[in-house]
């Protein structure tokens, strides 16, 4: 579930739609096509809009630890609409490996655009991993 803006990984999306096409293509059996049975359409759209929402947002703060509430309140935001996203879905749909990348995706977002990921959790009395631990039920 890597999004390739912040990553070197494809995203979910991308990763399904070369699915279909292998499967459209006969390169690999239905029972192979995991993403589709896996991972609703409407589930990668709403997620990938989240992540985005939470790129756009921490863009546009000052690097500066004055904008570390403002950070961590855009985080907030954006598990809560995970964990929303998730629900809808069952439950189920962020599982440890997806967990770990939107983990992941946020720390990258954040060094994209400077922020010492060390400072900004010390500052909130977080251990470094931590970041989402408050919101997160995925």
């Not at 990668?44 to 570390?68: C, F, G, R, W």
């Amino acid at each position: 579930m890597a999004y390739a803006r912040y990553s070197t990984d494809v995203t979910l999306a991308q990763a399904k739609r070369k699915e279909e096409e292998e499967f459209s293509a006969g390169l690999i059996e239905k029972d192979d096509c995991i993403y589709a049975e896996l991972f609703p359409d409407s589930f990668i759209h709403q997620t990938e809009m989240v992540l985005e929402q939470y790129a756009a947002s921490i863009a546009k703060l000052p690097n500066h630890p004055d904008s570390y509430p403002a950070i961590m309140k855009t985080i907030e935001t954006a598990v809560l609409a995970l964990n929303e996203i998730n629900q809808v879905g069952g439950g189920g749909l962020i599982e440890t490996e997806e967990r770990e990348e939107l983990c992941d995706y946020f720390d990258q977002v954040l060094i994209h655009w400077g922020f010492d990921i060390d400072d900004l959790t010390k500052s909130q009395n977080l251990g470094r991993y931590e970041l989402t631990d408050d919101w997160r039920e995925w």
